[in-house]
């Protein structure tokens, strides 16, 4: 990919992004026109006193988080999937692969069958989904430490099988709670859902993302060595221990807090560093910001389209990826230009 691709192709990304992000916050329950969308941006960021307050009301506090939110944690899980690919290289890793969804799975079932951090309010929820998240995460981390350290193989079958664990603990405590909306809820949230999103939920996601992606870049070179392999970037000097341990700390609290603000969305973090690679090349200096300019766009216009299917109910975010997500995938690898590291 050359300078002068790259230069278009990033710009034209951004451009999109912002297009859709304001076409999205129109679509809900109600539709507004693109035209007061814009009126009412501007009367916000230009520090204007609002028109109407209803119309401002339902744009700016409730739509615009929520397109906001939806932008945060696409880019954010897509920039975790490519990271995710590159510390397993494999082609099918995604950003749950730590076992960080179940683990949230386990939180969030046991906040809303005992009503676990109750004392946190409406950040219960989250809290617990972040603490199951972090848990499951250290279990994995220590678990393959103990047996030899983080190598590809020994991360892929030890986060798939304690995965699974989580799984079916999470389930068990469905099963025993004696609310019969338990599991409609929990299942709801596992599936994805960016329905509650306000400002208050939106500056610590934004951080998290914001610093992993920056982190990320600056290793972006010793990313492109371990990519071709442990041996061949230790040859070039790249501490390859200490940069899969950085690498699985920081996925595991980027993907923890992603995962207890929006619940499990899958597809977004295996899908869209493959497209990203096809548009911009395997290079971690483009891939991760094209990753994250990508991922936010699919998951705004996602999320725009689970309140106009059926309304004026909406579909779990998760679903609609999925749908979408798995034929993209297939027609993506179908391709024969596309490779995967050597594959």
Do not use: K
Not at 75 to 89: E, P
Not at 299 to 310: E, S, Y
């Amino acid at each position: 990919m050359s300078r002068v691709r790259l230069s278009i192709a990033l710009p034209l990304l951004g451009v999109l992004l912002v297009a859709a992000m304001v076409v999205a916050t129109g679509f809900g329950a109600e539709n507004v026109p693109v035209s007061s969308v814009v009126e009412v941006l501007r009367r916000r960021i230009g520090g204007l006193t609002p028109g109407d307050l209803g119309l401002d009301t339902i744009v700016w506090q409730l739509r615009v988080p929520r397109t906001v939110l939806a932008a945060i944690v696409g880019a954010g899980l897509a920039v975790a999937g490519a990271a995710m690919q590159t510390l397993v290289r494999n082609p099918l890793a995604d950003p749950y692969l730590l076992g960080v969804s179940s683990g949230a799975g386990v939180g969030a079932a046991a906040v809303i069958t005992s009503g676990m951090f109750a004392g946190a309010g409406m950040w219960a929820l989250s809290t617990g989904a972040l603490a199951g998240a972090l848990v499951a995460a250290a279990a994995v981390f220590l678990i393959a430490m103990a047996q030899g350290g983080l190598t590809p193989l020994r991360l892929v079958l030890t986060g798939t099988v304690l995965g699974s664990a989580f799984a079916a603990l999470s389930s068990y405590l469905i099963f025993r709670s004696s609310e019969p909306a338990a599991a409609q809820s929990v299942l709801f949230w596992l599936l994805g859902s960016l329905s509650g999103a306000d400002w208050t939920r939106i500056l610590l996601p934004a951080c998290v993302v914001g610093a992993s992606l920056l982190a990320l870049l600056i290793a972006a070179n010793w990313l492109d060595a371990l990519n071709l392999g442990a041996d061949a970037a230790a040859s070039v000097g790249v501490p390859v221990r200490e940069l899969r341990i950085a690498l699985f700390i920081l996925l595991a609290v980027l993907v923890g807090v992603l995962v207890a603000v929006s619940g499990g969305i899958g597809f977004v973090g295996l899908v869209v560093p493959h497209a990203a690679r096809l548009l911009v090349g395997p290079r971690h200096r483009a891939l991760l910001p094209a990753a994250a300019l990508c991922g936010a766009f699919f998951l705004v216009v996602a999320d725009a389209a689970t309140r106009v299917l059926v309304r004026p109910t909406e579909i779990p975010v998760g679903v609609l990826t999925g749908l979408i997500g798995a034929p993209a995938f297939l027609i993506l690898m179908g391709r024969r230009s596309y490779r995967f590291g050597a594959a």
